[in-house]
C-alpha cells in the first residue's frame, strides 16, 4: 500500500455537497482506503494570467489514502470521479464543480506526460499546503515534499493569506 494525498476543489454546483460526495466515493476506490481528511476551506479563484477573473470562491480538502493503485491508475480514477461530477476539462483554472489531484504518491518523483508527481504548484498553494499540514498538526517538519523540502519550510513561504478555515467536513 502507498499513501496517498488528495486534493479536492470545488466552486460550483454546491461546492460542500461536492467534496463531501467525493470524500465518500474516495472510500469506493478499488484497493484504496481514505484514512482521513482535513476540514474544508474556502479560497478566493488563483489570480494573474490566463486565470478568469470572474468565479466564486473554491471550498478545498486534503484527504490522505492508503491505496494499491498505481499512481496513472489512481489519476485516471479521480478523474472518472471528476465526471461523474460533471467537470468539463475547458478552460485552465476556470469554474469547475469538482477538482481532484494527486498531490503526493507515496515518496516518489512521477514526470509523465499525463501525471507529475508532487502535483505542479503545490508548494505555493495555500490551499492545498494548509490543509495538508492541518493532516500534520505539529509534525510538518516531517512530512518530506520530493525536491521541495519539508511541509513546514513550504509553508513558512507560503502565507496563509485569505484562506480560510470553515469547519470538519463530515
Known amino acids: 500500500m502507498t499513501r496517498a494525498y488528495i486534493g479536492l476543489g470545488s466552486n460550483l454546483a ?25 476540514s474544508l476551506y474556502r479560497s478566493p479563484p488563483l489570480s494573474g ?6 468565479q466564486p470562491d473554491y471550498l478545498n480538502a486534503v484527504a490522505e489514502l492508503d491505496t494499491g493503485l498505481g499512481a496513472p491508475v489512481l489519476l485516471r480514477a479521480l478523474q472518472q470521479l471528476e465526471t461523474t ?10 469554474p469547475r464543480t469538482l477538482d481532484l489531484d494527486l498531490l503526493l504518491y507515496g515518496d516518489e518523483t512521477i514526470d509523465l506526460p499525463q501525471l507529475t ?3 505542479p504548484g503545490l508548494y ?15 509534525q510538518t517538519e516531517r512530512l518530506r515534499i520530493p525536491g521541495s523540502g519539508t511541509l513546514a519550510e513550504l509553508l513558512a513561504d507560503c502565507p496563509r493569506g485569505a484562506l480560510e478555515k470553515l469547519r470538519e467536513c463530515q
Not at 460526495?21 to 482535513?38: K, M, V
Not at 505555493?124 to 505539529?138: D, I, K, S, T
Open 14 to 38: 454546491d461546492p460542500e455537497n461536492q467534496i463531501r460526495a467525493a470524500l465518500a466515493e474516495l472510500d469506493n476506490l478499488a484497493q484504496t482506503r481514505r484514512l482521513r481528511h482535513s
Open 49 to 54: 494570467p490566463g486565470v478568469p477573473a470572474d
Open 85 to 94: 461530477h460533471q467537470r468539463q476539462r475547458g478552460e485552465r483554472w476556470g
Open 117 to 119: 508527481v508532487p502535483h
Open 124 to 138: 505555493e498553494r495555500n490551499f492545498v499546503l494548509y490543509p495538508l499540514a492541518e493532516l500534520w498538526a505539529g
